[in-house]
Each structure stands twice: as C-alpha cells, then as structure tokens.
C-alpha cells in the first residue's frame, strides 16, 4: 500500500549532489518518489514558476553562491511566488541554526537541522501537511488578498478551539490590519496575549494596531519593549521608523533602520533604510544603502531594477548626474532597456541632463518617458515621470501623475509618502 | 586550552560523528548487527551537541506555540532504540491543554537526553507524559528500571541532567521559571520531570 505521502510532489534545493541523493533516498523510503532536484536558486527559481505547485520544497540555507536559501525564501515571499500550499523547510547546519534564525525576517515553516535521518522528515512532515491541510483555506484567502474570507476562515478555527488556534488568531488580526478594522486587530491581538503575554507578533500587532488608530504614544512603548526583549524583531524597528517619519523625525526614523539592518543585514533591509534616507533628503545615507543592496544581490535573481532606478535618482537630487548616468548604465546591462527598467530610466535621465543644463536632450528623454508609461498607476515608474516633468518646469501635469500614483491606495510607502510630498509642496508653494 | 578552541574541537568531532551516524544507519538497513554502534554514535553525537548548547552560555529560549502531544508522539518515533528495546508509552492526562508554548527545538533536545537516560536503565517500559500542574506544563520520563543511584556501564558525567536544568531555566514567564526533579517514583524506576512555565 502506498504511504498518505506518495502523492506528495517535492524539490530538494542544494548545492551538494550527495545530500541532494541522500535526501532522496530518504523521501523513497516514505514512497515520496514525485521529487525533483537542483542545485542553486536559479534553478530553483525556473521549477517553481514553470511547475505544478509543490507540495514541499527543502532547501539549504548555504547555496553557495550567489543566492543563499534565505534570499532565495525571502524572494518567493515578497514576490508572492510561493504558494499558499507549499511547505518550505530550510535545512542548516547545527552550528549555523541559531544565526539563521535570529537573523530571519522571512521564517520558513521549519527548520531541519543536519544530519537528519528519514525518521526525523517523517514526523515532521507529518506535522506540516497536517498544519497546511488544517490551514488550508485561511492560508488561500491570505494568498488572494481576500481578507473578509481569512476573518471568516480563522473564525472557524477559533471556534473549533483546535491546536492552530494561535496561527488562527494571528492572521486573523493581520486581515482586520488589512481591512482596517484596527480596534478588532487589537482585540485579537490582545487575545493571544492573554494566553502568553510575550508573544513578539501579537504584541507587535497590536502597536500596528494603535499606529492606524493613532495612539502613536502607545504603540511606540510597545514596540520599544518588544525590541527590549528581543532585539532581533525587526519589523518592530520598522514600526518605530514609521512613526518617527510620520511625525518628521528623519534623524530617527533613518537610525531605527539603521540598526535593523545592522540586525538582519539583508539587502531587503538595506533598501528599506535606502529608500526612507531617500524620501527624507539623507541623500549620502540613501546612496551607501542602496550601493550594498545592489552589491548584495548582484547576479542573483534577487537583484531589483528599482535600486539601480532609485540609486540614480538619489544622485540626481544630490546633483551629481554624471554618477546618475554611471549607475543607469550599470542597470541597463543588468536589466536592459525593457520594462520597468526601461520605463523608469527614461524619466532619471530626463532630469539628470536637466542637472547638466542640457533641456534638448532632456525633452528627448522626457517625450521618450511619456511614450513608454501609457498607464500611469500606483507604481514607482509614474512617480518619477511626475519627478520628471516637475523638474522640468511642467507642474500641473507632474502633479497630476502624482496624483495618479495615489489613487489606488497601494499601501507602498515609497510611492504614497514621495507622491504625497510632491503634491504637499505644491499647497506650501501655492 | 582556549574557549574557542575547545568548542572548535568538539564542533569538528561533533560533525565527523554525524558523518559517520549517516552512514551506520543506511548500513543498519542491511545488516541489523550494525543496530548497536549506529545508536552509540547517535547517542555520542547527540552527547556533543548538548555540550556545546551548555557551553556557548547564555541560552535563549525561542518560545512557540505547541502541541503536548504531537511533541511527545515525535519525541518517541525520534528515539533511536537499542537491540531488544523496551515499550515506549505516551500518556496524555486529562487536562492537559491543546497547546503550550515552549521552544521546541531545547526541549526536544533535553527530554532526548532523558529518553536516552532512560533506555539505558529501563527493563521493559518507558512512559513519556504530558500533564498540567498549576501554571505549569509537565513534561516526563518515567522507567521501571532499578531507580536512581544504580550504576550501569559508564558512569554518567551528569552532562544530561544539566543541559535540562539549563534548558528549563531558560523558560521564563511572568516571574515563574522552568526547572527539572528528578527522583524514584512510588511505583518504582525513575522518574525526570521537565516544568515549563
């Protein structure tokens, strides 16, 4: 008879050819014969957007090269390229478990530590595909953005009292955040702190909760003990940042950021110091940031044409538009001229040769930028064609893309908060 | 000999043993007799990684949401066994609750060095037990075997005993702290206790 397992499809991502055999080995045992295999994220990255869905994948933390399991995670998650079905375990070494961890934004299911043995994949597959089958439905409505369904859904499992009781209630307050239902959040939140009062995402959650309700004195404290009893929480530094922007203070918001990155040196968190420096004039500290975030994720499929577009942009506003030009090149040759990229640099370079006093190739580009951005929308290309035509001495159709670029609330702070002070500049200016 | 240098050494023994466990469990698929030396090399390796917990000092408890009983249930199936082992029971006391929040991965470690305790003196059974006891969630490891102070083989460096003192120590809660008792039960054997706040 064939095991619950066997119909289970799985990829095993490493670097090393034995463990991936050994690995296998260890899946046939438990009839698990649906497995493909590769050896660095890339590959990884093709299987995952050209095949049916995973059902587990195992990947190694260290690649060795130059995507590690934690980038290549990190990537899936803020891509949305994981489904909601997919089981993602990261498999370490002993000794490097307690680094991975702390130093993890994005956390996997779980954690296999080496050596393993089938025993141990068993029980803890059993485990997972037992939470994922539970968590089904909930994890779906999250996955679709349809936050009225995951309410509805962890309801079912609050009430069923199960032993996902805590998942439940945790995405439950994340969907009321989401639908605005803050002083709901928060009631849930303080839910499952009644059952343990240190738990870092509830406690979290609900300073998250105070912020939209602008109890800004409140959630400040929270999130500061958060981090006081554990200074790896770096979405707490990001709460902290968010208020000390919201209420003007740059030095403090970019210092908050600056220690969450010293915490999780990641290039995800480098770009978020860079792109708050960036919107609060710190021009020197926005371009160091997003030089180590490129250098980070150069050659990888980790790399983001936005920080080669915001770098430039950045170099442009600290008037220096030869190192503007320097950096496009480098993003044309990593990117090409195409899509974003090419939508975005056409704008930059508009106003880089405006920097330089040259308004004939600067109307070129800018004729080139409108051509390329036939939709504008909430996204950063429309943001800095508005930069761009601002620049160049067209306001009200500069402020009309920013406008643009508010009016689906996309909830991205980089687009909202540098729109919003364009179009504030305008009423002080008026 | 320098910290550093001690951790190091026991590091790279650490992983030559894996290695070596890796490859005395696929042969213990073929040939049963290689049973024996796979579970010492196990037991060895697992010895070391409690020794480096214990001695890298400060231990954070990274606290979760658990179920007792899924715990318990994969702490057994986790056990590697000698020839002729004895029974290992999971018993679930009636209100024990669904979930408690602990840091998995500590505890595992510490009730697998009293599991491992245990077999070595059990004669036929092994219960493994989840109960609540006021604010506290007890984990145990009960054995009929002759009970504490009976040597057998090598004596114990005591290694065990104060990595899960350590462990539970780690978990604090609102002023309440983990801690360990180990003694002779009534009914005979001994019995480990593990109480995490």
Redesign the interface.
Known sequence: MLSKFSSLRVLVIDDMGAMRSAIKVQLAEMDIVNVDQVGNAEDALRMVESRVEYDVIFCDYNLNRATSGQQFLEYLKSMDLLPARTVFIMVTAEAEYGAVVSAAEFQPDDYLLKPFTAVKIRSRLERLIDKRDALQNLLLCMAKKDFDGAVAESDKLIKANSKWLMDALRRKGEALLRLGRHEEAAAVFGSALAMRGDLGWARLGTARAYFAQGRLGEAEKIANDVLESNGAFVLAYDLLAEIAEDAGNAALAIDQLEQASTVVPSARRFRLLAEAAYRLSRFDIARSAFEFAIRRTKGSITAQETDYLLLAQTHVEAGNPKLAFQVLEAGEEAFGDAGLFGRGQASVKAQAFLKEDNVAAAKKMLVRAGNLLAHPGANLETVLMGKALLASGEKEEGLKFMEEALRKKSGIRMIESVAKSALAERIGGA | MDDKLTAAVV?DM?NAL??L??QL?TLSHTYPEIGAPYALCASLRQKL?GFLTLYKGHMVA??S?V?PE?FL??AR??AVLPQDPPSIEVEISPGTP??W?FDE?LIQLALEAAIQNALHFAKERIVLKARKEGDFLVFSVWDDGPGLGAEKGALSTGLGTELCRAIAAAHV??GLKGHITLENAGEGGALFEMWLP
Do not use: M, N, T, Y
Request: proline residues 0%; glycine residues 8%; negative net charge.
């Open positions: 590091h650490k894996g290695v466990e890796g469990a990684i990274r606290v949401d179920c899924d249930l994969e199936d986790l669904l979930i929040f991965r809660r609102s």
